[in-house]
Structure formats: structure tokens, C-alpha cells
């Protein structure tokens, strides 16, 4: 019986997206063959391929001027993929750090690029963000690293920073959350395995004119302007994965597109959030403008309560919500595919611990 799974991920998927998937393992329509089996260049593949990009460029109104790339190797080789592409134009990029991803992308900038770190917010353990109107930019960045969310933190930027450099994100844990104004960003990359689908598929959208100065001394498999270049399909692309993303950004489509996503978010979150802040038992220690809509941490007033609770939330049908090791604690994880329903049910359950425990 499937439970209600609050992975950071890989994450939950909407239960309609894994049973069409289901009923086309065997055999994609009128192919012969599972979509496993086929090559990634024949004519029904390509189809499949196209048709996911052409939705998620409407989910996410993405102008023509940007190119929509489907890669492997994760969000991490973002990491060192955009400090090799763009060391060229300056030598040097700006970072801002407010949590652990953003930390291991600046450490894996440095070791190809000089990176200085504008922000940082590591001494209040990463449970705020820079004020963005302020921001002192250095004047030779070839482009300004950030994310809008960090996943193990739950620590959130919410407005996009108007500088007049190029923007880098990492979406990893918010892409297809809410609608976003594409325009602002030289560079978004995200992880599937959270909003888009299964793991083994990175999304990476790209403005043309910036791809265009990436450094042409990488080779191929390094070099976004090869991948553009190859609709993605320099080399075998993750078939699968991008198959299913496919499915995801269709339900995405058909559930009302982002508009909808945004408001059940934020419904989500904001009642959790308020459960949380008027118990004395459970608390959440990032700063309420900075607190994110995806990903909730939460702490029990006593630390050795964690394993009980983790015991008894799984009883309860409830799974995976144990914090990241490297911060403890709890961390429910509520991306689109989780409903309100489960919601609720968690915030059941954690009422229940605490008046048994509090
Ligand atoms: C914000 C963020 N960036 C980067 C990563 C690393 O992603 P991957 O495991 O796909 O390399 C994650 C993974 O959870 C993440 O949440």
C-alpha cells in the first residue's frame, strides 16, 4: 500500500503519473516494445522527447530566445559545468551561500574559477538570507550564483535578486512549484528528482546569447552549446527518466498548470507552518521570510523524542521524515505531488505525538 512519502528526494510522484507509466511498461502504444527498449533516435522516442520539452516550455512560458537542455549527471555537475563553460568570460563569478548546496557549489567553483562568496548566512546556520537591495556585487563576475531554495535548510530567497549580471540558479528543489518570470535568469538547473520525475535527468535552461560565450576549449560532453546543438542527444539521454518527466509536466498541464500548484503550495505550507508556530513542542528555526514552501525542517522540543517519533510516524503511514544527517531534526518535504490531504494527516499525527509526549 502506498504511503504518504515526504522524501527531499528522489521524491514523490503523482500516484495518476506512475499508473499510466504502469500500463505502458510493457509495451509503449503501438510500438512492440517497452519505452525502455527503444532507441533514443527512432521516431516514437523522438516524439516523446519533443513533446516533453514543448510542455514544459509552456508550463514554464519559456521564451524562444532559450534553450531547454535534458542531461544526466545531476544538479552537482551543474556545479562544475557552469564555473568550466563561463571561467572564460572574467575568471571570476560572485556566490551567494545560505545553505549546503549552495556551500558544496562554491567549493566545487573554486576548484575551477575564482569565486568569492558574497553571502553567506553558514554562522546562523543557514536559517536566513542576504537582503537582497544590497547585495555588493563585484564588478567583474561573469555571473551570480544563487538558490531560491535550499532543500536540507528549507531556507528561502523569494524574490528573484534585479541585478545587472547574469543570474545562475539552483532550482533544484522549487522548479515547477509557481510560475517564475524565465526573463530574469542567464542559467536554471535542476535536479528531476523532485518536481520534474525520476532520478538521472537534469533540466538545464539556458539564455541563447549567454550559452553562446560559453568556452569552446571543453569537450562536447562538457560544453552546453554541443548539447543545444544535439537537441540533447549527444549522447544516449536518460530515457526513462525524461519519459516519465514527460507524464509529470502533462499532469502538471491538465491539474491546472502553475497557478494551481503555487496556491496548493502555499496552502500547504502555510498550515503546517501555523501548526507549528503555535506549538510549544515542535518549532522551526528559519526565518519566517525566509522560510520555504517545499521543503518544512521542524525540531522536537526534546531530541531523543526523534526516534519515537520517526517509529511511530511510519506506523502511521507516514514516511521519511527524518531531517538530513547533517542537520537532525525532521524535514517534511511537500512538493506538488504531495496533496493536502497528506498534510493534514501529518499534522494529525504530529498533534497526536506531542499531547501524548508534550
Ligand atoms: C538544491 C539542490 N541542489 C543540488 C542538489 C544535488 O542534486 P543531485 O543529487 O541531482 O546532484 C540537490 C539534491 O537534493 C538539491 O536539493
Excluded at 104 to 133: H, V
Aim: hydrophobic letters at 35%; aromatic letters at 10%.
Amino acid at each position: 500500500m502506498r504511503k504518504w512519502n515526504f522524501c527531499a528526494g528522489p521524491a514523490v510522484i503523482s500516484e495518476e503519473v506512475l499508473s499510466e507509466v504502469q500500463s505502458e511498461l510493457l509495451e509503449y502504444p503501438d510500438s512492440g516494445s517497452s519505452i525502455m527498449e527503444m532507441s533514443h533516435r527512432s521516431s516514437t522516442y523522438m516524439k516523446v522527447a519533443l513533446d516533453a520539452k514543448q510542455d514544459l516550455k509552456d508550463i514554464l512560458k519559456i521564451p524562444e530566445n532559450y534553450e531547454i537542455l535534458f542531461l544526466q549527471g545531476g544538479a552537482t555537475h551543474q556545479f562544475s559545468m557552469i564555473p568550466m563553460n563561463f571561467k572564460n568570460l572574467t575568471g571570476s563569478a560572485d556566490y551567494i551561500t545560505t545553505g549546503s548546496w549552495t556551500k558544496k557549489a562554491l567549493i566545487e567553483g573554486s576548484k575551477i574559477m575564482n569565486i568569492k562568496e558574497i553571502y553567506s548566512s553558514e554562522k546562523d546556520s543557514f536559517t536566513c538570507a542576504p537582503d537582497l537591495e544590497n547585495l555588493e556585487l563585484s564588478e567583474n563576475a561573469a555571473y551570480v550564483h544563487y538558490c531560491p531554495n535550499e532543500t536540507i535548510e528549507g531556507n528561502a530567497i523569494h524574490e528573484v535578486p534585479k541585478i545587472n549580471k547574469p543570474l545562475v540558479a539552483d532550482m533544484s528543489s522549487v522548479i515547477l512549484s509557481e510560475p517564475i518570470e524565465i526573463g530574469n535568469f542567464s542559467l536554471i538547473y535542476a535536479g528531476a528528482q523532485k518536481n520534474i520525475g525520476p532520478a538521472g535527468l537534469t533540466i538545464v535552461i539556458i539564455k541563447k546569447e549567454f550559452m553562446e560565450q560559453c568556452n569552446s576549449n571543453l569537450p562536447n560532453l562538457f560544453r552546453y552549446s554541443e548539447h543545444a546543438k544535439s537537441d540533447s542527444m549527444l549522447n544516449t539521454p536518460p530515457t526513462f527518466s525524461w519519459y516519465v518527466a514527460g507524464k509529470v509536466f502533462k499532469w502538471i498541464k491538465k491539474s491546472g498548470g502553475l497557478d494551481f500548484f503555487k496556491e496548493q503550495n502555499k496552502m500547504k505550507a502555510s498550515k503546517l507552518y501555523d501548526f507549528i508556530d503555535k506549538s510549544n513542542f515542535y518549532s522551526n528555526p528559519v526565518k519566517p521570510a525566509n522560510r520555504s514552501i517545499m521543503n518544512v525542517p521542524f525540531i522536537l522540543k526534546d531530541s531523543a523524542l526523534d526516534a519515537p517519533f520517526l517509529n511511530e510516524s511510519e506506523e502511521n503511514g507516514l514516511l521519511n521524515l527524518k531531517g538530513h544527517r547533517s542537520v537532525g531534526g525532521m524535514r517534511a518535504s511537500i512538493y506538488n505531488a504531495m496533496p493536502l490531504e497528506g498534510v493534514n494527516e501529518l499534522i494529525k499525527f504530529m498533534d497526536y505525538f506531542e499531547s501524548k509526549q508534550g
